[in-house]
């Protein structure tokens, strides 16, 4: 493995922007100097927060990025009224003045798409080329998607005149900011909702910048509105009175306590909790194809991804094969500098996030499970983690039972498809699943076994808008993405 600290030249401008600036500096990396007067962005304005003001920290370096107010009960209720207030006027809007405002966001979206990834990656640590190629560019594909969508609702299967629910709530995490946000706020606008969006508190930043981009593209004042703060500003906007809507991405812990605060509610909600895939490889894979995507499937985003693939299940026979092979491409994997486009794995989010994979892999060695990571000389300073195999795993060790969200992946062997079935479907999640094979019959066959809302074949952590995404059992309800998406957004009409 390859460990740098070096830095590369990763610049962005911005055209009246009241957050950020940005200056080269001497050696050539991008500064983003955050002014962090703007906390709160509520009815088309930057405002204060009434609250206490929290820091967000560059997870490279530990370096306090900026300040960011924290909303109170008042600023929630506030931006809550505005998003009512809005929303008599936008659900009234004909469909296709709604698209506008999309397309027009999704361009903007497009022109700014270097500044958006550069601090994407800078307040969350994941490597620039994943936040240039993968989550700005499938942002501003998810509003292009859904502005399509604005004037042909009668085609989405809920009747011939469906109807906006209201004020939608939406709490997103901390390891796709900008793509969750986009998952969010596109259809909620696209079906004739008004937003209130809280950002985790860790990566706040690039909500705050998006909220430029509304005000950029004359989107009428408190129809998107963002409250900043922790867990508690996030309870205290789902458990608003007058919010119709509840669409929440995050821990299963947390969502399972959203839903018992809206039970008895009318409140709608969708749940995207969450995972812990299998990645299934048959002997008659293409092995190296398979290892790559192997690869990506769990190293990706650093393991932040809910459904990334965290067990792997090789058949017997090429078990040793395909390990080999493993080790030898983790050992080309490059961890350091986020902004160096040559970075493969970046820095974990959280000092709270990197302590939970460091004890759940202590504990996967205490449990009798290999540990091995290719040898890595990490950054001095910032939150690190080198990607990590166990072998000799079985279904009873934690780190095959519990979401460690974290660059580490367990092996586990299987002899026979059903073995395969059996083994992948023994987790109380249900969000994603990775089949390899050759056998179109073999991928449709485990395809209908596997008990996961998304199942790749061939590939992995592949996102279209008009794919939907959910999951089962404790990975939520509800879909994101393609016209099922839109369903969360709207009431049947006649």
Known sequence: MVSTGSTTEASGTTTGAPIFDYAPAPESRAIVDIKPSYGLFIDGEFV???????????????????????ADEADVDRAVRAARKAFRGWSRMPGRERAKYLYRIARIIQERSRELAVLESIDNGKPIKESRDVDVPIMAAHFFYHAGWADKLEYAGLGSNPQPLGVAAQVIPWNFPLLMLAWKIAPALA??????????????????????????????????????GAGGTGQTLVSHPDVDKVAFTGSTAVGKAIARSIAGTPKKATLELGGKAANIVFDDAPIDQAVEGIVSGIFFNQGHVCCAGSRLLLQESIADEAMAKLKRRMSTLRVGDPLDKNTDIGAINSAAQLARIRALAEIGEDEGAERWSPPCELPSSGYWFPPTVFTGVSQAHRIAREEIFGPVLS?????????????????????????????????LHMADQLRAGVVWANTFNKF??????????????????GRQGLAGYLKAGI
């Open 411 to 443: 092996v586990l062997t299987f002899r026979t498809p059903a073995e395969a079935v059996e083994k992948a479907n023994n987790t109380p999640y249900g969000l994603s699943a990775g089949v390899w094979t050759e056998k179109g019959s073999l991928i």
């Open 48 to 70: 204060d927060g009434h609250g206490t003001s929290f820091k967000t920290i560059n997870p490279a370096t530990e370096e306090t990025l900026a300040e960011i107010a924290e």
């Open 191 to 228: 079906c004739g909702n008004t937003v209130v969006l809280k950002p985790a508190e860790t990566t706040p930043l690039t909500a705050l910048l998006f909220a430029e981009i509304c005000q950029q593209a004359d989107l009428p004042p408190g129809v998107v509105n963002f409250v900043t």
């Open 464 to 481: 279209d808008p008009a794919s939907p995404f959910g999951g089962y059992k404790e990975s939520g309800y509800g879909r994101e993405g």
